[in-house]
């Protein structure tokens, strides 16, 4: 578990018996390619640390169209935070797109975590910033930059992803096609 605990100790100050506390509950597990995590319609009771390996956010709508809305990669905390935080259903389900070995964090090493730690409260609140900044600047994007702009700069948020992610999901990322984004791959290419 130790990226989990360079990465809690990079965002605060934590005693080793509050580090203990708090992941004694937690487990390590593996998932394989194309395993979900976490399903639509049920309540998420737990966080996902990543220590290895890649997930993708998804979500289906009402013609049955799948969305990419989000990749979570290596060092990141992933679940569906309004359903945890509100104990209602996702909408999300999140699939591994590579091997993936995660830390399970249960309700309880959450909730522990708030009223046990020192800086507990201090910590959701930088996960919760981290998140709101992220989706604020994604809807941003949206309506402020073209689908050009957002694909030339996936890789700021989402190193290496062109190798790692099949290209109809960096599509439905982008909201564009496949065949839109092949356009863009090729207005690249032409420059070189």
């Known amino acids: 578990m130790e990226p989990l605990h360079d990465t809690i100790r990079q965002m605060i100050n934590i005693s080793e018996s509050e580090m203990e506390g708090f992941l004694k509950n937690c487990l390590i597990k593996r ?3 194309k395993e979900l995590l976490s399903y639509p319609n049920s309540i998420p009771n737990e966080v996902f640390f990543i220590n290895s390996g890649l997930i993708r956010v998804c979500l289906t709508d009402n013609s049955g169209t799948e969305h990419t809305i989000h990749f979570a990669l290596e ?3 992933i679940c569906d935070y309004s359903a945890f935080i509100r104990k209602e259903p996702s909408i999300y389900a999140l699939e591994t797109l ?5 830390v ?6 959450i909730e522990w975590g708030y009223e046990n730690m020192s800086e ?3 910590m959701g609140r930088l996960i919760a910033e981290f998140y709101f900044i992220y989706q604020d600047d994604r809807i941003k994007n949206r309506y402020i930059r073209t689908p050009k702009e957002i694909y030339d700069s996936i890789t700021d948020v989402f190193p290496n992803i ?3 992610v099949p290209q109809h999901m960096i599509a439905s990322y982008l909201g564009i096609t496949p065949i ?3 356009r863009l791959k090729k207005l690249d290419f032409g420059k070189s």
Do not use: A, C, M
Request: without cysteine.
């Open 31 to 33: 998932f394989k390619k």
């Open 75 to 77: 060092n990141q905390f």
């Open 98 to 102: 590579e091997d993936t070995q995660v």
């Open 104 to 109: 399970i964090l249960p309700r309880k090493s």
């Open 120 to 122: 507990g409260n201090k």
């Open 162 to 164: 062109h190798n790692r």
């Open 180 to 182: 839109h984004l092949s």
